[in-house]
């Protein structure tokens, strides 16, 4: 399954070969989406996408926006990632913001690739 997390400038995450993502719905609740969830059109709200293959094992947070689910494509149409939800495994302590520009140069490099 593929994740895409897209704003209007820019491709904010590109993941293929996921088995499940979770998302939060604009009415509170989360949903599950697994290959072959039906098609899907909603809401989200601010918060944590979470995203992995046997456990969800990864998180990235994002602004509100729509989810779109279509076959084996998991789209989330928002503004842009949170910088104060943004997971990232810490090795050592980060200044203040930092963390987001580490997450989008994960992201570029793995775009190029």
């Known amino acids: 399954m593929k994740l895409l997390i897209l704003s209007p400038q820019e491709t904010l995450l590109d993941l293929d070969d996921l088995q499940k993502v979770r998302v939060t719905l604009a009415d509170g609740g989360s949903i599950g989406i697994h290959s072959g969830h039906h098609p899907l059109l909603a809401e989200t709200i601010t918060g944590i996408i979470e995203y992995g293959r046997e456990f969800f094992t990864d998180r990235v947070g994002v602004q509100e926006g729509i989810l779109r689910v279509e076959g084996d494509q998991v789209i989330i149409y928002t503004s842009a990632l949170t910088e104060e939800q943004l997971p990232v495994q810490r ?23």
């Open 91 to 113: 090795e050592a302590p980060y200044q203040k913001g930092e963390e987001i520009n580490i997450l989008r140069k994960r992201l570029k490099e793995g775009n190029q690739g």
